[in-house]
């Protein structure tokens, strides 16, 4: 007797979720590489520009819970048909876009089809496979988010050297956009696992705890620790000596490498070490890029690459494993609080150059020493945010040392 369920092509749809991170990738990369271009096309404030990157942030997380809470029902084929229309309307808009408003806009719906990826791809793939090659899957799959990041900034590097316009640079995003829509299209996707959908007052019962607060609070400094710097590299560091999109190839070059031995590292450190020692060394890279020029900026790279390379997936299997019946929806929470918080200081950081630039003009700086000037004293603020968290999980570690954390299940991350 034969069965007349239509078979799930996993190859297929596992190629199609790893080209939509890249769509993701390259939508935070390239926009990095063009911010300055922006500005100076559209004659606006880095407090603007900050408004601009906060849309990206913003509509991430609106998406990423969403479709976390509605995952089960709505499914992953709707939430990635939204999120190919979401990237298409984005990418579109900002090119043809006319000034400031626009921007925003268009920014905002880039941002909520990256959440739907987020929402949509992870437990698809979960639902795909089992054991041990679900989280191999899992792990290959997010590989290619600081592995986009890389081709995504290497990509605008050789086109602003060549001098083509930010509008041509948009287009390459179209790329990988048309390609994960390619490859999902007509094919049929695995069904939700029902058990692991928990009803949501189990979820927010278990939210409500202290370590889950903690945690809460804690992933608002490490994402903004982790994207502030990097989403401002163009800008602030285009006069140092060194190159702004060569150090975002490096440090997500080094990122991607150090996820792919992440096991080793927790198992000797522990989950708590981790968060401890990734603090220490994304503060003294901070610090480093608001003293050195040239190739010392390079070894600042490296310090900060160290750094926040484990925040996010150690973050969200902090959550799975301390706070084990918060479920998918309290990683998605999580994720969607780090995301909301680069939101909200994306602006401020902007304000914070606007002020060093006004600063550094009336002690008689101009144009590049002033750009320079201006830069490093902004980083020189942003390292409060990794000073803060070293506080933090100093106690988190003090705290945890005597609790045994769960068993891993599969983490989205």
Known sequence: MTSNTPTVNKTALFNGSCFALITTAFTFAIRAGILQQLGQQFNLTAEQLGFINSMWFLGF??????????????????IMQVAFIAHALGIVLTIYAGGYTLLLISTLFIGFGNGCTEAACNPMIADSYSGVKMNQMLNRFHMWFPGGIVIGSLISKFMTDAQLSWQIQMWVIMIPTLIYAFLFWGKTFPKPHEEGAMSLSENL?????????????????????????????GLVMSNSGASPMLILALVTGLMAVGRYFAGPVVKALGQTGVLLISAVFAAIGIYLFSVVTGPLAYVAAICFAIGVCYFWPTMVGAVAQRVPLSGALGMSIIGGVGMFSSSIFQPIIGRWIDGARAES??????????????GQQTLA????????LIVLFLIFFFWQRKKQPAPAAAAAH
């Open 205 to 233: 019962r278990a939210m409500i705890s202290p370590t889950y607060i903690f945690l809460f609070i804690c992933m608002a400094f490490t994402a903004i620790t982790e994207f502030g710097p990097q989403q401002w590299v």
């Open 361 to 374: 003009a009336q002690a008689g700086l101009a144009g590049p020493q002033l750009e320079l000037a201006a």
């Open 61 to 78: 997380p609106i998406s990423m819970i969403l479709g976390g809470i509605f995952y089960h029902s709505f499914g992953p084929k709707r």
């Open 381 to 388: 603020k942003m390292a409060a945010f990794p000073a803060i």
